[in-house]
C-alpha cells in the first residue's frame, strides 16, 4: 500500500494556506496604511507648528514706527515739517496684506519681534530693533498631481518696503517657510464701538437708568488690509486704526502624496497700546490733578528709605 496524500487532502491544505496568505497580507496592508496616518499626522503637526510659532512671532509685534507717529502728530498739530525732515523718504506699506477671492497673497508689517538673536559677553548685546517682514503665497515649482503652493518669508532691518519687491536687483533673500499648501486665508477683524440706538425721551415719572460703565463694541472683517491712506488723512477719527485688533490665519495642507488634507486656524492678537497715537501733550504750566479726597497725588520720585 503506497503512503502519499490523496486529492481531497491537498485541496484542503491548500485552501487552508490561501487564507492564512490572504490574512497575512490583509494585516500587512492595515499596518502600512496606520503607519502612513500615523506619519501624516505627525508630518502635519511639525509643519503647522513652526508657521504658527514664526508668523504670531513676527504678526504680535507689529507695530508704527515712531516716525510715522511724529509725521501724523504734526499734522493733527497743524504744524509744517522741517526742511531735513522732507527729504527723508516716507515710511510706507506699515501695516498691508492683499487677496484674491479670499486667498492670502501677501501680508507685510513692521514688527519688533524679529528672528532670535543670541548674544554673550563677547559676541554683540542685546538691542531692540524693528524690522520688516514680508509673506508671499506662490505656486509650488514642484511638478505636482494638484496645485498648491509655498509660503515664503522675508526679513530685513532696512524698512523700505520697494527693496522687497520681487523685480527689484537688491532684493530682500527669501526662504521657504512651508510647502505643499492646498489653500490659506487670513482674516483681518477691528474692533468698533456698536453704536446702540436711540432711546426715547424717559417721562418724568420714569426712574433715571444709571450710567454705562463699558461700551459694547463689535468686530469688522475683512481679508485685505490698506488703511494707510485714509489713516494719514483722517487725523481727527480715533477709531480708524493702521493696525488690526486680531488676525485669523487659516491654512489648509496637503499630506505628502496630496490624498488627504487636514485644515489650522488660529487666531493672532495685536496688543492695541502698541498701535495708539499718543495724545497731544497739555500745556506744561497746566496743574496735576488732584485726588478725589482732596488730597495732591503722591509722588512716585520719593525713595523708599526716607521713611521714619
Known amino acids: 500500500m503506497k503512503q502519499g496524500f490523496n486529492l481531497i487532502e491537498l485541496l484542503i491544505a491548500m485552501a487552508i494556506g490561501s487564507m492564512l ?4 497580507t490583509q494585516s500587512y496592508s492595515t499596518m502600512n496604511q496606520s503607519v502612513q496616518i500615523i506619519d501624516n499626522i505627525i508630518d502635519f503637526d511639525a509643519r503647522i507648528g513652526i508657521v504658527t510659532a514664526q508668523i504670531k512671532q513676527d504678526i504680535s509685534g507689529a507695530c508704527i514706527p515712531p516716525r510715522v507717529q511724529q509725521e501724523r502728530m504734526k499734522k493733527m ?20 496684506a492683499t487677496e484674491n477671492n479670499k486667498q492670502f497673497q501677501l501680508l507685510t508689517c513692521i514688527t519688533n ?40 518669508r522675508q526679513e530685513a532691518t532696512t524698512l523700505d518696503f520697494d527693496l522687497f519687491a520681487e523685480g527689484n536687483e537688491q532684493k530682500i533673500r527669501e526662504y521657504e517657510l512651508i510647502n505643499n499648501i492646498k489653500e490659506m486665508s487670513c482674516e483681518y477683524l477691528t474692533a468698533v464701538q456698536k453704536e446702540e440706538p436711540k432711546q426715547d425721551i424717559q417721562k418724568k415719572d420714569a426712574a433715571p437708568t444709571a450710567p454705562q460703565t463699558s461700551q459694547p ?23 480708524l486704526l493702521l493696525i488690526p485688533n486680531i488676525i485669523v490665519v487659516a491654512i489648509t495642507l496637503w499630506d505628502n502624496q496630496q490624498k488627504s488634507t487636514k485644515s489650522y486656524q488660529f487666531p493672532i492678537t495685536i496688543i492695541p497700546d502698541v498701535q ?23 509722588n512716585n520720585n520719593s525713595s523708599r528709605g526716607e521713611n521714619k
Not at 525732515?85 to 510706507?92: D, F, T
Open 77 to 96: 498739530e497743524q504744524k509744517k515739517p522741517d526742511q531735513k525732515e522732507n527729504s527723508i523718504k516716507p515710511l510706507s506699506h506699515i501695516f498691508y
Open 21 to 24: 496568505a490572504i490574512i497575512i
Open 276 to 298: 495708539q497715537l499718543p495724545a497731544v501733550q497739555k500745556n506744561k504750566n497746566e496743574k496735576p490733578a488732584s485726588t478725589p479726597g482732596g488730597t495732591p497725588p503722591p
Open 217 to 239: 463694541i463689535e468686530y469688522k472683517s475683512s481679508f485685505s488690509w490698506n488703511q494707510e491712506e485714509q489713516w494719514q488723512k483722517d487725523t481727527g477719527n480715533e477709531q
Open 113 to 152: 519681534n524679529p528672528l532670535q538673536l543670541y548674544w554673550s559677553s563677547s559676541i554683540g548685546s542685546a538691542k531692540p530693533r524693528l524690522v520688516r517682514v514680508v509673506y508671499r503665497l506662490k505656486p509650488e515649482p514642484l511638478n505636482r498631481v494638484k496645485p498648491s503652493f509655498i509660503l515664503v
